[in-house]
């Protein structure tokens, strides 16, 4: 069996990956993965070995382009996005200040804070003062509940 791509063949093989990627708002490599397993049949296979910081940035990522295909703003749900965004922020050693997670959870400030505010009243978020900029909080999910979420988002990433 001949295993030589043409130029066509790879336009048109990059062209595919660019389509999906592009349909489901994920990266190339998301877009080639989907693509494989479509072909494999390894999804279930791939999801469970993803780690859950990873799984836990996609779904957040398919979560705000359902938002803006449905544009519909009632769908959305800014604890579990806050709480999303900081699972993925802690797999990759990333810091996240207030005003960012905020910003990511896709509601008015003053809606977000509050969503913080709660979170933190609950015990499920820390707040810490930058220790290099005062005029900036770092929020992180309280070490009592990592492992909880971390759960929660796994049997997601596991039975979705």
Same mark, same amino acid.
């Given at each position: 069996?001949?295993?030589?791509f043409?130029?066509?063949?790879?336009?048109?093989?990059?062209?595919?990956?660019?389509?999906?990627?592009?349909?489901?708002?994920?990266?190339?490599?998301?877009?080639? #993965?989907?693509?494989?397993?479509?072909?494999?049949?390894?999804?279930?296979? !791939? =999801? +469970? %070995? &993803?780690? /859950?910081?990873?799984? $836990?940035?996609?779904?957040?990522?398919?979560?705000?382009?359902?938002?803006?295909?449905?544009?519909?703003?009632?769908?959305? #749900?800014?604890?579990?996005?806050?709480?999303?965004?900081?699972?993925?922020? !802690? =797999? +990759? %050693? &990333?810091? /996240?200040?207030?005003? $960012?997670?905020?910003?990511?959870?896709?509601?008015?400030s003053?809606?977000?804070?509050?969503?913080?505010?709660?979170?933190?009243?609950?015990?499920?978020?820390?707040?810490?003062?930058?220790?290099?900029?005062s005029?900036?909080?770092?929020?992180?999910?309280a070490p $009592?509940?990592?492992?909880?979420?971390?759960?929660?988002?796994?049997?997601?990433?596991?039975?979705?």
């Open positions: 069996m001949n295993h030589q043409s130029p066509d063949d790879l336009a048109r093989l990059l062209g595919l990956a660019m389509a999906v990627s592009n349909r489901n708002g994920c990266s190339i490599t998301e877009a080639i #993965d989907r693509i494989e397993e479509a072909v494999t049949g390894a999804a279930q296979k !791939r =999801a +469970e %070995g &993803r780690p /859950v910081g990873d799984y $836990a940035g996609r779904l957040r990522r398919l979560r705000t382009r359902r938002n803006t295909l449905l544009g519909i703003e009632c769908m959305r #749900d800014p604890a579990w996005d806050m709480l999303l965004d900081l699972v993925a922020a !802690r =797999a +990759e %050693g &990333r810091e /996240v200040s207030v005003k $960012a997670l905020c910003h990511g959870s896709g509601v008015p003053t809606t977000a804070l509050r969503h913080v505010e709660r979170l933190a009243s609950a015990g499920i978020l820390v707040r810490e003062v930058h220790p290099m900029d005029r900036r909080t770092i929020v992180s999910i $009592a509940h990592i492992d909880r979420v971390e759960d929660m988002v796994a049997m997601f990433r596991d039975n979705l």
